[in-house]
T-cell receptor
Framework: AQRVTQPEKLLSVFKGAPVELKCNYSYSGSPELFWYVQYSRQRLQLLLRHISRESIKGFTADLNKGETSFHLKKPFAQEEDSAMYYC?????????????FGTGTRLQVTL | ETGVTQSPTHLIKTRGQQVTLRCSSQSGHNTVSWYQQALGQGPQFIFQ???????GRGNFPPRFSGLQFPNYSSELNVNALELDDSALYLC??????????????FGPGTRLTVL
């Protein structure tokens, strides 16, 4: 079975402070991990995926297989980062590729 | 490039009724997945359709069923509605049914309320 855990429902930080959104996963195979973001009144959209090893909007995430974690980090939070963040794991159920999401963390960046 | 669209935006039904939700895939995508997002939860996988056939299913009862059409648009049907079916229903399209690295592009969702 595959599972994703995001332990924090809400993370509140000041503008300019570092951000770390935690994500732990459980999966027997080789995981493909993603971070999705939902800004206010917008649809769920991909932020980044571990296989690309990219930085998007200043965010990075490193897959740590030993700790089964994929935490999302940004050195300096901006107001526009306020949103709902979901960590997701992609695995196969039979022939289908499905996403398993965590419960999400709301990031609130205040002045 | 046309994004994923869903209709209707909102829907109110009563227990026992049936509902049909619709989704148009992003241009060029042949795979559609449906997710249920209850309040305060992350999306949960319902099923996936590829070339008009169900290609995989999550832990949802048979009263949740779907269709995919030759133009890759899709429907989610729910029979015998229960109060717990109240949720946001999301449709996502992708260009591959099995490559787990492929991005799924989400629609804005349909908010279903069951009274």
């Amino acid at each position: 079975a595959q599972r994703v855990t995001q332990p924090e429902k809400l993370l509140s930080v000041f503008k300019g402070a570092p951000v770390e959104l935690k994500c732990n996963y459980s999966y027997s195979g080789s995981p493909e991990l993603f971070w999705y973001v939902q800004y206010s009144r917008q649809r769920l959209q991909l932020l980044l995926r571990h296989i690309s090893r990219e930085s998007i909007k200043g965010f990075t995430a490193d897959l740590n297989k030993g700790e089964t974690s994929f935490h999302l980090k940004k050195p300096f939070a901006q107001e526009e980062d306020s949103a709902m963040y979901y960590c997701a794991l992609s695995g196969n159920t039979g022939t289908a590729s499905k996403l398993t999401f965590g419960t999400g963390t709301r990031l609130q960046v205040t002045l | 490039e046309t994004g994923v669209t869903q209709s209707p935006t909102h829907l109110i039904k009563t227990r026992g009724q049936q509902v049909t939700l619709r989704c148009s895939s992003q241009s060029g995508h042949n795979t559609v997945s449906w997710y249920q997002q209850a309040l305060g939860q992350g999306p949960q996988f319902i099923f996936q359709y590829y070339r008009e056939e169900e290609n995989g299913r999550g832990n949802f009862p048979p009263r949740f069923s779907g269709l995919q059409f030759p133009n890759y648009s899709s429907e989610l049907n729910v029979n015998a509605l229960e109060l717990d079916d109240s949720a946001l229903y999301l449709c996502a399209s992708s260009s591959s049914r099995v490559r787990s690295t492929d991005t799924q592009y989400f629609g804005p969702g349909t908010r279903l309320t069951v009274l």
